[in-house]
């Protein structure tokens, strides 16, 4: 598949983690790098329930997407 590499920082913005990770690799089509980003929020929605949002930005003509995923503890 070629070269890649994935850079990671990570801040706080209030009481939320996020996480932003950028990948790069050569593309399919003619070898060149892209970037695409991927960023994680992370949150305690209240003191048993954790919400992790992850957005992934559009690669090669695509949408960027978001999914929200609440973990509860039981």
């Given at each position: 598949r070629g070269m890649e590499s994935?850079?990671?920082?990570t801040a706080w913005d209030g009481a939320k983690f996020v996480i932003t990770t950028k990948k790069t690799f050569?593309?399919?089509?003619d070898g060149k790098p892209?970037?695409?980003e991927t960023k994680r929020t992370l949150w305690l929605e209240a003191p048993t329930s954790l919400v992790v949002e992850t957005t992934r930005s559009g690669v090669l003509g695509g949408q960027p997407t978001t999914?929200?995923?609440t973990y509860r503890k039981l």
């Open positions: 994935d850079t990671s920082t050569p593309s399919p089509a892209i970037t695409s999914v929200k995923v």
